[in-house]
């Protein structure tokens, strides 16, 4: 498969899973990449909310990946926090014509007022593969498909302190 989007809310396992594949496949020459917005959470290596770490590379943009050489040497590219890449529709569907890598994309299905974030959801006409993982309510124990941000803060980047997970129900109230 070349391409695969990974999303859901906060807490569903997104940057774990990537993480799972980076061990599954690690004869491969494959490369990690996150956006710097994540920086508070690690320096040189990612940690997921599960404590998981591995080393990683961060960009502003996805184009920047072109002046990176473990980017050029790599047969497979997890990319993380992909809501908020502006550049991941063009950037992907130029590199998936190119024939070469395969990419594993994973990012936020909505924010907390469930609007789309970045355009990577626009990539699932291109997908392979699409998995939509879940999270548990943190109200109620359900399956959570949404984000709830539970202070009236500016913060964007936090974690259980600044968001929980929701079912439908809880997402409003
Ligand atoms: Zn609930």
Not at 84 to 106: G, P, T
């Amino acid at each position: 498969m070349r391409l695969t989007i990974i999303t859901g809310p906060m807490f569903a396992g997104k940057s774990s899973m990537l993480l799972r594949y980076k061990h599954e496949l690690s004869n491969d020459n494959i490369i990690y990449v996150n956006h710097p917005k994540d920086l508070n959470r690690q320096s040189a290596c990612v940690v997921t909310h599960d404590n998981n770490k591995t080393d990683c590379i961060y960009v502003e943009k996805l184009y920047h990946l072109h002046n990176k050489s473990e980017y050029i040497k790599a047969n497979i590219v997890l990319i993380d926090e992909c809501q908020f890449y502006d550049d991941c529709k063009e950037f992907i569907i130029q590199e998936l014509e190119k024939n070469k890598k395969k990419f594993y994309i994973a990012g936020l299905s909505g924010d907390c007022k469930q609007n789309k974030m970045g355009n990577f959801l626009d990539l699932i006409p291109y997908a392979d593969n699409f998995i939509f993982l879940k999270s548990k309510c943190d109200y109620c124990g359900m399956p959570a498909s949404f984000t709830k941000k539970i202070k009236e803060t500016q913060e964007e980047i936090g974690g259980k302190n600044l968001y929980k997970a929701t079912c439908r129900k809880h997402v409003l109230n």
